[in-house]
């Protein structure tokens, strides 16, 4: 298995600030993925992380709202950038340890903009 | 587009007896279906996995079942505890493409 911290647990935040996601991991891993799980929804891929690379976004997110850090195989961090109430979620770091076949995930960092 | 569907947004039911999930999906090719259990405020739990190829799997009190031609899947909690309340999600992924994952069925054991 894979334990996986996030900081801040919580977080409350003004519109218009930044607020930067840290993830680390107990064991290297190549790929690693950030959720976000809005209040009642499932979990929405915002992007794949790998190590040595730009990351990959999915539809509907873009690298200036969302930058994310892959500086080694343990460590992402995801910034939630000119945040709006909008953005308020629940955001998740993942990682998926091939020939595993399931996903690890960290507890969540609930994040409210006022 | 890929679509997962999951049965009713809460599921009650009372204490021992067999709580079925369904995860039904369209315009998608799984290679493997996945079941999570979510519990508030924290992060999805990996609970089972079945393969395309494999028609049913079970752990202990659970049961998986996979219908490629229905596009369904059903997860089975034999003997059910309020421990077992919970939100289940489902999720698909084909080779080394992004796990898609579903909605999500609350589950309610009542005592």
């Known amino acids: 298995s894979a334990v996986i911290s996030q900081k801040p647990s919580r977080d409350i935040c003004q519109r218009g600030t930044s607020l930067t996601i840290q993830c680390q991991v107990d064991s290297q891993v190549t790929m690693m993925f950030w959720y976000r799980q809005q209040p009642g929804q499932s979990l929405t891929l915002i992007a794949t992380?790998?190590?040595?690379?730009?990351?990959?976004?999915e539809s509907g997110f873009v690298i200036d709202k969302f930058p994310i850090s892959r500086p080694n195989l343990t460590f992402s961090t995801l910034t939630v950038s000119n945040m709006s109430p909008e953005d308020s979620s629940i955001y998740l770091c993942?990682?998926?340890?091939?020939?595993?076949?399931?996903?690890?995930f960290g507890p969540g960092t609930r994040l409210t903009v006022l | 587009s890929q679509k997962i569907e999951q049965n009713s947004e809460a599921l009650n039911i009372q204490e021992g007896k067999t709580a079925t999930l369904t995860c039904n999906y369209t315009n998608y090719s799984p290679a493997y279906l996945q079941w999570y259990r979510q519990d508030p405020g924290r992060g999805p739990v990996f609970l089972l996995l079945i393969r395309e190829n494999e028609k049913e799997k079970r752990k202990e009190r659970l049961k998986v079942t996979f219908d490629t031609t229905l596009k369904q899947s059903l997860f089975h909690i034999t003997a059910s505890q309020p421990a077992d309340s919970a939100t289940y999600l489902c999720?698909?992924?084909?080779?080394?493409?992004?796990?898609?994952f579903g909605t999500g069925t609350k589950l309610q054991v009542i005592p």
């Open positions: 999720a698909l992924r084909r080779g080394y493409q992004k796990v898609t």
């Open positions: 993942s990682v998926d340890r091939q020939g595993d076949n399931e996903q690890f």
């Open positions: 992380a790998n190590q040595g690379s730009e990351a990959t976004y």
